[in-house]
C-alpha cells in the first residue's frame, strides 16, 4: 500500500512537471501576441493594455482566412477516404480469412516503418509525372497513402478484439458478411473511429514537409505548410507572429479539447483488452 501510495505521487508530480513544461510556452505566446506590434517582448509579461487587434490584424494581412479554407479542403479529402479504405482493410484483415493476409498485414507494417522524408524524391517526380503539382491534389492523394498503413493496423487491432461470440450471434440470425460489419461492427467502432479521426486531422493540419516541396503557392498550402509565407510578411513583428501561430493551431486544439474523451475511451480500451 505505502509503494502504490509513493509510485502514485511520483506518477502526479512526474505528469505536473510536464504539465507545466507544456502550458508555459503556449502562455508565453499568448502574452507575446498580446503586446504592441512594433515592440519586442521579453519574458512572460502580460501588457497592461492587450493588443487583441493583433489577431485581426495577422488574420487579414497573413491571408489566414485563405489558408484555413484550403487546409478544410485538404482534411476533406483525406479524413473520409482514410478512414472508409483504413476501416474496411482492418475489418478485411481482423474478421475475415482473407488469402495471404498475413503478408498483407506485414506489407502495411513495414509501410510504419520507412522514413517518410525517403520518400519526398520520387513523390515529387511521380506527382509531377500526374501533372498535379501546385494544387490540392498534390497533397491529398500522399497523404492519404501515408496515413494508410497505420489507420489498417489500428482498425485491425480493434475488429481482432470484438468478441468472436457476436459474430456468430449475427450468422444465427441470418446476417451477411456485410450486414454484420454494418449494423454490429461500425457501431461497436465507434471509439476507434473517432480517435483514428482525431489523428488524421490533426497529421493532416500540421502537415509542413509535403505542402512546401509539392505546392509552390503558399495559400493553397496548409496552414502548417505556409508559415513560412506568414513569416516572410511579419519576420520584424514577433506578437503579430505569435498571434498567426495562435490562430493556426486553435482548430486542431478546439478539436481535440471536444473529441478528447473518445479518443482516451479508444486508449484505454485498447489497454484494457489488449
Known amino acids: 500500500m505505502i509503494r502504490n501510495k509513493r509510485e502514485g505521487r511520483i506518477s502526479i508530480a512526474l505528469l505536473s512537471v510536464v504539465l507545466i513544461l507544456t502550458v508555459i510556452p503556449f502562455i508565453s505566446m499568448i502574452s507575446a501576441a498580446l503586446q504592441p506590434a512594433t515592440t519586442t517582448p521579453v519574458g512572460l509579461m502580460f501588457p497592461r493594455h492587450p493588443q487583441w487587434r493583433n489577431f485581426i490584424t495577422a488574420f487579414d494581412g497573413g491571408h489566414v482566412g485563405t489558408l484555413m479554407k484550403s487546409s478544410v479542403l485538404i482534411v476533406l479529402g483525406v479524413m473520409p477516404l482514410t478512414l ?12 475475415l480469412r482473407v488469402r495471404g493476409g498475413v503478408f498483407i498485414f506485414f506489407l502495411f507494417l513495414l509501410g510504419l516503418t520507412i522514413p517518410f522524408e525517403s520518400l519526398i524524391v520520387p513523390l515529387y517526380y511521380e506527382i509531377d509525372s500526374l501533372s498535379l503539382l501546385n494544387s490540392q491534389k498534390a497533397l491529398i492523394f500522399p497523404l492519404i497513402g501515408l496515413f494508410m498503413p497505420f489507420s489498417v493496423i489500428w482498425m485491425r487491432a480493434h475488429f481482432m478484439k470484438v468478441p468472436q461470440e457476436i459474430s456468430e450471434a449475427a450468422e444465427v440470425d441470418g446476417a451477411s458478411k456485410l450486414q454484420e460489419f454494418l449494423r454490429v461492427q461500425l457501431p ?7 480517435a483514428l479521426g482525431i489523428l488524421i486531422f490533426l497529421w493532416t493540419w500540421n502537415q509542413f514537409i509535403l505542402g512546401l516541396v509539392l505546392i509552390d503557392d503558399p495559400l493553397k498550402r496548409t496552414v502548417a505548410g505556409s508559415l513560412t509565407y506568414f513569416q516572410g510578411q511579419y519576420w520584424i513583428s514577433i506578437p503579430l507572429l505569435d498571434a498567426g501561430a495562435l490562430i493556426i493551431i486553435s482548430p486542431a486544439i478546439l478539436v481535440f479539447v471536444i473529441f478528447h474523451k473518445r479518443f482516451i475511451s479508444a486508449l484505454l480500451q485498447g489497454a484494457v483488452k489488449g
Open 84 to 95: 472508409i479504405c483504413g476501416t474496411l482493410a482492418g475489418y478485411a484483415l481482423g474478421r
Open 188 to 194: 461497436l467502432a465507434g471509439n476507434a473511429l473517432s
